[in-house]
């Protein structure tokens, strides 16, 4: 390929103070890479703090870079989809915003691309992060894992390069539930990844603890799986069969007297444990349901208030 362009999508949220330094390091490394063959996406997904200022101060005096800002926010990988969706490069590299994955790393992940890989992840071999950050991470790989009947890398997540191929099959995903890494995993194209190092974070904090991890883990179990359900009936399958044998037993008993009814405790101690599951079995169908009647609203998947640069 001759002359290739990089795109670099860069979701921000509460990253203001990194956006400098970040665009300072990413415009050395690009053009150390491709020269002047390169656009660099801010995507403002409605940051509480100034990012966006940040971000009109680089656009004012930078071409290269173009400025995207959501009418709210939406959530990272909603952004992430807004960048994809405005980008012109040949190659796309997906990065977050606060300096842990270091502009530095794309050079590597460029040139293993070029071997003709469509897809090459970034693996964390040593991650910088706390240690609530790596147990909310692990406990969110887990879960997922599990309903999903998936096998996830918990070292890598958005950082990676695709191709131009893969920018066009991820922009036909028309889904309102989005996880980047998993639709370049669902995707199934020749991938790899590399390892890179991983930076301590300087400022700020993840806005993704624990509750959000699992609350992600659940929208996209939910979007992804059908196993909830099956779990269900397969409960629903083992108290009947309890209930089958207990009746069984009570029935022996009653013929050949080898104990007493003792009272109704135990029978509505059944009935509400009954009620229960079926009550939860109902919740899960009951938000299967609402996930559909989502999808099939057709609302747009993310709304732009404004954009500097770029493509109109």
């Known amino acids: ?37 390169y656009e660099i996406i801010f995507v403002n997904d409605l940051s509480p703090m100034g990012d966006w200022k940040e971000v009109q101060k680089i656009t004012t005096n930078d071409p290269k870079v173009v400025g995207i800002n959501l009418s709210r926010n939406f959530g990272q990988h909603y952004a992430i989809s807004a960048g994809v969706d405005n980008c012109s490069g040949d190659f796309l590299v997906v990065m977050d915003g606060d300096l842990q994955d270091q502009p530095e790393e794309i050079e590597k992940l460029y040139h293993k ?79 790899t990844y590399v390892d890179v190092e991983h930076a301590k974070r300087e400022e700020g904090k993840s806005s993704y603890n624990i509750s ?20 269900g009936i397969n409960i629903g399958f083992i108290i009947t069969l309890c209930s089958f044998l207990i009746g069984l037993y009570l029935i022996i008993g009653h013929f050949f007297n080898f104990f007493k009814v003792e009272g109704w405790t135990s029978t509505m101690v059944s009935i509400w444990f009954i009620g229960g599951i079926l009550s939860f079995n109902l919740g899960f169908i009951g938000i299967y349901i609402g996930k559909i009647y989502d999808e099939t609203k057709g609302k747009p998947i993310y709304i732009i208030k404004e954009k500097i640069n770029g493509k109109a």
């Open 1 to 37: 390929m001759i002359n290739p362009i990089i795109s670099v999508v860069v979701p921000c949220y509460c990253c203001e103070k990194s956006i400098p330094e970040l665009y300072q390091r990413l415009k050395t490394t690009l053009t150390k890479i491709v020269h002047d063959q």
């Open 113 to 191: 691309i070029i071997e003709g890989f469509d897809i090459v992840y970034a693996r964390r071999a040593k991650r910088k992060d706390g240690f609530l950050k790596r147990l909310s991470s692990k406990l969110f790989y887990r879960t997922f894992d599990y309903f999903t009947d998936r096998k996830s890398d918990e070292t890598i997540a958005n950082f990676s390069i695709i191709n131009k191929k893969v920018i066009e099959a991820f922009r036909s995903f028309k889904e309102q539930n989005r996880m980047y890494p998993l639709f370049l995993n669902w995707m199934g194209f020749n991938n």
């Open 212 to 231: 959000r991890l699992l609350k992600l883990a659940g929208n996209n179990i939910l979007s992804n799986s059908n196993k909830p359900l099956r779990l």
